[in-house]
T-cell receptor
Framework: DQQVKQNSPSLSVQEGRISILNCDYT??????FLWYKKYPAEGPTFLIS?????DKNEDGRFTVFLNKSAKHLSLHIVPSQPGDSAVYFC????????????FGTGTRLTVIP | DTAVSQTPKYLVTQMGNDKSIKCEQN?????MYWYKQDSKKFLKIMFS???????INETVPNRFSPKSPDKAHLNLHINSLELGDSAVYFC?????????????FGNGTRLTVT
């Protein structure tokens, strides 16, 4: 059973506009969330994270929002750049849940120049 | 220098064969992992080792056997390969587990079983 879901397999955005990638989770024990970015033929690379004690974390053009009551998080990229075109994975973990990170199936972002 | 390196990058083999995938990290991390990405792009943990000790062993056939000779290496040996084993296998490492530091992934090994 998939505990982390990314329901949009793909997203296209014009360069300079905002990209919003969404992620939902089902396990209420999750309290640490991450976004990873993946280029073709490479492994995922860490982008940004957020702990459940926060509802927002910002790093440059990237902001992650967490809505615990809705079990939903989103990644905002603004302004979007062509180099942001990649697959973005949402991941979650529980502090009491051993050494496991649960991943969504990814959203392919295409930023159109 | 590649932080997490895994070899080979591509592996094509026939059903019934035994194969190994090697992984090495030069980050000084104490925890290493194997993840499998299947055809549906679902990335799921297989094993986790902390300082050479097995921490997680998810529901994986016992044909898959991880070996950690030291904390910088975690190799994956697969016996009697089956068609369903075809996937991309990612090695990763972190310091202090998934909550200690973000996982650093290798570039993956695409295994094709024919």
């Amino acid at each position: 059973d998939q505990q982390v879901k990314q329901n949009s397999p793909s997203l296209s955005v014009q360069e300079g506009r905002i990209s919003i990638l969404n992620c939902d989770y089902t396990n209420s024990m999750f309290d640490y969330f991450l976004w990873y970015k993946k280029y073709p033929a490479e492994g995922p690379t860490f982008l940004i994270s957020i702990s459940s004690i926060k509802d927002k974390n910002e790093d440059g053009r990237f902001t992650v929002f967490l809505n615990k009551s809705a079990k939903h998080l989103s990644l905002h990229i603004v302004p979007s750049q062509p180099g942001d075109s990649a697959v973005y994975f949402c991941a979650a973990s529980a502090r009491t849940g051993a050494n496991n990170l649960f991943f969504g199936t990814g959203t392919r972002l295409t930023v159109i120049p | 220098d590649t932080a997490v390196s895994q070899t080979p990058k591509y592996l094509v083999t026939q059903m019934g064969n035994d194969k190994s995938i090697k992984c090495e990290q030069n980050l000084g991390h104490d925890t290493m992992y194997w993840y499998k990405q299947d055809s549906k792009k679902f990335l799921k943990i297989m094993f986790s080792y902390n300082n050479k000790e097995l921490i997680i062993n998810e529901t994986v056939p016992n044909r898959f056997s991880p070996k950690s000779p030291d904390k910088a290496h975690l190799n994956l040996h697969i016996n009697s390969l089956e068609l369903g084993d075809s996937a991309v296998y990612f090695c990763a490492s972190s310091q202090g587990g998934v909550l200690g530091s973000p996982l650093h992934f290798g570039n993956g090994t695409r295994l094709t079983v024919t």
